[in-house]
């Protein structure tokens, strides 16, 4: 979906490092999320936000942690990456405003990330 | 800990028959949504299901949701090649105070054979 986008798309990097991804959407949403998935398995919340204001731990934040610099970015940060980090992450969105499908996600085509 | 979990976890049928895939949860929950996933791609939402309704129909899609026993069903119709794909339930739990994420089933895989 454009609306959400992901940046990088794939990312290779070694233990220890820093790592950001990126997330935009312009559909005007309020709240986002970052989430993993690990083969196999569903999909674990990481952080949430409401709003800029708003930042919320969800199932597995650590060593993760998040910035949401605007309404329209959120971003995810592994401050030292390690091998277990390895995974496919997604950005998702949703609106809380009234009318709007209640917490219906939009998601973003994710980010694949190798910890070597 | 997911609450839902979705069975089975992998289903292959022939092109044209129904594929019914299961979903259970554990609390209380305001609505329940199923999402598909093609391989390597981010979810897209296909059906929501709030705690009042027993079922709904969206084109070949047919949820039910029996709050008593906190179980749901996705039923897809005259199944073609490009349903071929992973399939999620994900719960919006009762919360109290603030609402959060969604939380995911497992996923179940289901191919669909030409």
């Known amino acids: 979906d454009a609306d959400v986008t992901q940046t990088p798309r794939n990312r290779i990097t070694k233990t220890g490092k820093r790592i950001m991804l990126e997330c935009s959407q312009t559909?005007?949403?309020?709240?986002m999320y970052w989430y993993r998935q690990d083969p196999g398995l569903g999909l674990r919340l990481i952080y949430y936000?409401?709003?800029?204001?708003?930042?919320n731990k969800g199932e597995i934040s650590d060593g993760y942690s998040v910035s949401r610099q605007a309404q329209a970015k959120f971003s995810l940060s592994l401050e030292s990456a390690i091998p277990n980090q390895t995974a496919l992450y997604f950005c998702?969105?949703?609106?809380?405003?009234?009318?709007?499908?209640?917490?219906?996600?939009?998601f973003g085509p994710g980010t694949r990330l190798t910890v070597l | 800990s997911q609450q839902g979990e979705e069975d089975p976890q992998a289903l292959s049928i022939q092109e044209g028959e129904n594929a019914t895939m299961n979903c259970s949860y554990k609390?209380?929950?305001?609505?329940l949504q199923w999402y598909r996933q093609n391989s390597g791609r981010g979810l897209v939402h296909l059906i929501l299901?709030?705690?009042?309704?027993r079922e709904k129909h969206s084109g070949r899609l047919r949820v039910t949701l029996d709050t008593s026993k906190k179980s749901s069903s996705l039923l897809i119709t005259a199944s073609r090649a490009a349903d071929t794909a992973s399939y999620f339930c994900?719960?919006?739990?009762?919360?109290?105070?603030?609402?959060?994420?969604?939380?995911f089933g497992k996923g179940t895989h289901l191919i669909i054979q030409p």
């Open positions: 998702a969105t949703s609106a809380s405003r009234q009318g709007a499908r209640p917490h219906t996600q939009y």
């Open positions: 559909k005007g949403h309020d709240r």
């Open positions: 936000s409401f709003d800029v204001k708003d930042i």
């Open positions: 609390t209380s929950i305001n609505n």
């Open positions: 299901i709030r705690s009042n309704e």
């Open positions: 994900a719960t919006d739990a009762h919360s109290g105070g603030g609402a959060d994420g969604l939380t």
